[in-house]
């Protein structure tokens, strides 16, 4: 199995990734294995670094550690012309499993990255490769860097080191700084189609196929959303329930219901992955300091500072998860009103919601195509207030009044 089976849809990228990863061996190859990399790569279609761009759910991560896991592939069929990338040696599945010394992937459960952990990664990317290929560094979440960590990574992608390589992730080019979008290689990915979505999941996950297809026709394509759809019944709980908002808008007190039931449900989203996490993070942080035994020993002088850093993460990765439950929730809403709209319309586009077609029906035939495009334009506008640290409960309920007005 190649490390790009898991990227679906995405040939035009693969074919670009593979002729890179290609340079990328003969760069390190004439360079004996051993001695840092001084050919330029002006002329190479490898570079040392990219922004992997695409919406949701297209696989901007899956992809860049595809690339990453390329980059150290040592099989030896690449002396016989095989493409680097065979998924199958040392360097691609230790990549793959996130155990390779070389790659480091970033990801973030928080709101933002910081500047001390981004000069943590600057500090690292100057280091040579332990392996002697690339040492590669794969920033799945490079949209939350902070302006400040922005500047502290610009410096690293304009001076890199002869042998590192940037792989950096957002969903669109504003969402880094121009002057680090200026020294990236980018490549943009499209959202997979539904069909090559849903035989994903049978191939990989074995779910059955008529629930990989109705998962992947309900998430329009986003492989992790469908995955989690087809697995999870709290999801399917979850999205049910969601769907169900848009017939209980019919006065004002249903509309403040209906938005205190969803910040309730993202709230305890958030809760159960503290429970999940929370606690053994402390139990595991109070062990390291020498805390004595049981969650009630004293810690040792001059270590509170340590517990209290512990606490803020965790109440940062709290508000994190509920917004991004929120987010997944506004989401379904706005595929709901896309179903409605088509409709009205009468196009002959698939409809994400076919399990709910009475719904659709009843809402489209209440009301007309432009108070669809207002419901619409409310839910958005719902998301960009929560994106700009908006009370949750506020954003809701005025959007619930929208959805309400039409």
Same mark, same amino acid.
């Given at each position: 199995?190649a490390?790009?089976?898991?990227?679906v849809?995405q040939?035009?990228v693969?074919?670009?990734?593979?002729?890179?990863?290609?340079?990328?061996?003969?760069l390190?190859?004439?360079?004996? *294995?051993?001695a840092?990399?001084e *050919?330029?790569?002006?002329?190479?279609?490898?570079?040392?670094?990219w922004?992997f761009?695409?919406?949701? =759910?297209s696989?901007?991560?899956?992809?860049?550690?595809?690339?990453?896991?390329?980059?150290?592939?040592?099989?030896?069929?690449?002396?016989l012309?095989?493409?680097? +990338?065979?998924?199958?040696?040392?360097g691609?599945?230790?990549?793959?499993?996130?155990?390779?010394?070389?790659?480091?992937?970033?990801r973030?459960?928080?709101?933002?990255?910081?500047?001390k952990?981004?000069?943590?990664?600057?500090?690292?990317a100057?280091?040579? $490769?332990?392996?002697?290929?690339w040492?590669?560094?794969?920033?799945?979440?490079?949209?939350?860097?902070?302006?400040?960590? +922005?500047?502290?990574?610009?410096?690293?992608?304009?001076?890199?080191?002869?042998?590192?390589?940037?792989?950096?992730?957002? $969903?669109?080019?504003?969402?880094?700084?121009?002057?680090?979008?200026?020294?990236?290689?980018?490549?943009?990915?499209?959202?997979? $189609?539904?069909?090559?979505?849903?035989?994903?999941?049978?191939?990989?996950?074995?779910?059955?196929p008529?629930?990989? !297809?109705?998962?992947?026709?309900?998430?329009q =394509?986003?492989?992790?959303?469908?995955?989690?759809?087809?697995?999870?019944?709290?999801?399917?709980?979850r999205?049910?329930?969601?769907?169900?908002? $848009?017939?209980?808008?019919?006065?004002?007190? +249903?509309?403040?219901?209906?938005?205190?039931?969803?910040?309730?449900?993202? !709230?305890?989203?958030?809760? %159960?992955v503290?429970? /999940?996490v929370?606690?053994k993070?402390?139990e595991e942080l109070?062990?390291a300091?020498?805390?004595?035994?049981?969650?009630?020993g004293?810690?040792?002088?001059?270590?509170?500072?340590?517990?209290?850093?512990?606490?803020? &993460?965790?109440?940062?990765?709290?508000?994190?998860t %509920? &917004?991004?439950?929120?987010?997944?929730?506004?989401?379904?809403?706005?595929?709901f009103?896309?179903?409605?709209?088509?409709?009205?319309?009468?196009?002959?586009?698939?409809?994400?919601?076919?399990?709910?077609?009475?719904?659709?029906?009843?809402?489209?035939?209440?009301?007309?195509?432009?108070?669809?495009l207002?419901?619409? /334009?409310a839910?958005?506008?719902?998301?960009?207030?929560?994106?700009?640290?908006?009370?949750?409960?506020l !954003?809701?309920?005025?959007?619930?009044?929208?959805?309400?007005?039409?």
């Amino acid at each position: 199995m190649a490390v790009w089976d898991d990227l679906v849809g995405q040939d035009r990228v693969v074919a670009q990734l593979t002729a890179a990863a290609r340079d990328a061996d003969a760069l390190v190859t004439a360079a004996g *294995e051993a001695a840092p990399a001084e *050919e330029p790569m002006a002329s190479s279609k490898m570079t040392h670094a990219w922004l992997f761009t695409g919406p949701p =759910g297209s696989g901007r991560a899956t992809a860049a550690r595809a690339f990453a896991a390329a980059l150290q592939c040592v099989s030896p069929d690449r002396a016989l012309g095989g493409a680097p +990338g065979c998924g199958f040696c040392d360097g691609c599945h230790t990549a793959l499993v996130g155990t390779h010394a070389d790659v480091e992937v970033v990801r973030t459960d928080m709101l933002t990255i910081g500047v001390k952990e981004t000069r943590e990664l600057v500090r690292r990317a100057q280091l040579s $490769p332990a392996g002697g290929r690339w040492q590669v560094i794969v920033m799945e979440d490079a949209d939350r860097l902070t302006e400040g960590a +922005g500047n502290v990574l610009l410096k690293a992608v304009e001076e890199p080191a002869p042998r590192t390589v940037w792989l950096l992730c957002t $969903p669109s080019l504003e969402d880094v700084l121009p002057t680090i979008r200026s020294r990236c290689r980018l490549l943009t990915l499209r959202t997979p $189609p539904v069909e090559a979505v849903a035989d994903l999941l049978v191939r990989r996950d074995g779910i059955d196929p008529e629930r990989a !297809a109705s998962a992947a026709r309900a998430t329009q =394509g986003h492989i992790d959303r469908a995955r989690r759809l087809a697995t999870d019944d709290r999801a399917r709980a979850r999205r049910a329930a969601v769907l169900k908002l $848009p017939l209980r808008v019919d006065d004002v007190g +249903g509309c403040l219901k209906a938005a205190q039931e969803l910040i309730d449900a993202a !709230a305890e989203d958030a809760k %159960q992955v503290a429970e /999940e996490v929370d606690v053994k993070e402390t139990e595991e942080l109070r062990a390291a300091l020498g805390a004595a035994a049981g969650t009630g020993g004293r810690l040792p002088r001059g270590t509170a500072g340590a517990m209290k850093d512990l606490q803020d &993460r965790q109440k940062r990765r709290a508000t994190r998860t %509920q &917004r991004d439950t929120l987010d997944l929730a506004l989401t379904d809403l706005i595929a709901f009103y896309r179903d409605v709209l088509a409709l009205q319309l009468g196009s002959q586009v698939a409809l994400a919601n076919t399990d709910v077609r009475d719904a659709l029906e009843r809402i489209a035939s209440g009301s007309k195509p432009e108070r669809t495009l207002r419901r619409i /334009e409310a839910i958005t506008a719902c998301r960009q207030a929560l994106d700009s640290n908006v009370a949750p409960l506020l !954003a809701v309920e005025a959007m619930t009044m929208a959805l309400r007005a039409g």
